[in-house]
């Protein structure tokens, strides 16, 4: 393997990878565009230094394969740091099998295979952006009741409607109790899962709030 294989494979994952890292990066998730581009390029990385190491020697194809499976179990723990889990809610699971798909991308640009690697980031995109959105529309509208500890404040209750509003969530109903200086808030609304993920995720970073349930 010559040195302008290499470069090509590397500016490949940086392309593919890219192009991934930007549909992340403008849905505002955790692992955006460096992130991925980065995951992709270093499993290339680690694919092409196996070819490396094994030019010329007498070792086996497993032991290929042995360092690729190494990239696909170490890249589980970058994943599991997009996980976010707060006051009993799980958020990023989509980001984390992203970059576990975008390592696997990157073994494939690695081993030289292009014509599969652009296919294979297509079908990501693919199920990220135009899935997302059948998804949205026909799949997952469920209706959520949410079950709301805060600190008593006068304006929650209306910081928490300006949140709903923006993120284009509607109430059924919303009940509400004092007890001390605890404020116990109760409200249900139908949504798609993304858009109950996004309204979730905004209310975990409102000033005053204690404990979130969801059923």
Known sequence: MDIAEITLKLILAVALGGLIGFERESSQKPAGFRTNILICLGATMMMILSQLLLQGSEASSSDMTRIAAGVITGIGFIGAGTVIQAKGIVIGLTSAATLWAVAGLGLVIGSGYYLIAIIFTGIIILTLVIFRQLESQYLKRALYHYHLKTKYSRDIL?????????????????????????????????????????????????????EIKID
């Open 158 to 210: 209306l910081n928490i409607k300006k949140l709903a509003l923006h993120e284009g969530i509607k109430f059924k109903e919303i009940s509400h109790k004092e007890e001390g200086n605890i404020y116990t808030i109760d409200f249900s609304f139908p949504a798609a899962e993304d858009k109950e993920q996004k309204f979730k995720w905004s209310l975990l970073n409102l000033d005053g709030i204690l």
